[in-house]
């Protein structure tokens, strides 16, 4: 069964960065679609960042996210990461990645929160100066 723990969360001023990281216990990360979602104070989860199994097809949430957040896997940590740069308050939630353990689905529906079925326990991420 897999596992998933979220790291690298914290309290950063606006233009700051952090790097959170998603290690994969139980499963090579290699095989695996991985993606980040977050769930803002008072909102609902909403999609952030994913890359499909192979590693190679990215998607990311709206223009607010984009440019500014990047998501990758390390095959040699087993880890899939979110590079947060330039941050803002909007950004401060509770950061969750997922995987897709069962299947290979087209990067597109990785948007969707039905499309994974293991989840991490989250990390905060808080914005202020």
């Known amino acids: 069964q897999v596992q998933l723990v979220e790291s690298g969360g914290g309290l950063v001023q606006p233009g700051g960065s952090l790097r959170l990281s998603c290690a994969v216990q139980?499963?090579?990360?290699?095989?695996?679609?991985m993606g980040w979602f977050r769930q803002r104070p008072g909102k609902e989860r909403e999609f952030v960042a994913a890359?499909?199994?192979?590693?190679?097809?990215?998607?990311y949430a709206d223009s607010s996210v984009k440019g500014r957040f990047t998501i990758h896997r390390d095959v040699a940590k087993n880890t899939g990461n979110l590079q947060m740069n330039n941050l803002e308050p909007e950004d401060t939630a509770v950061y969750y990645c997922?995987?897709?353990?069962?299947?290979?689905?087209?990067?597109?529906?990785?948007?969707?929160?039905?499309?994974?079925?293991?989840w991490g326990q989250g990390t905060q991420v808080t914005v202020t100066s």
């Open positions: 997922a995987v897709v353990t069962r299947g290979n689905p087209i990067a597109s529906t990785l948007r969707n929160l039905e499309a994974y079925d293991s």
């Open positions: 139980g499963r090579t990360s290699s095989n695996l679609s």
């Open positions: 890359f499909n199994m192979s590693g190679i097809r990215f998607v």
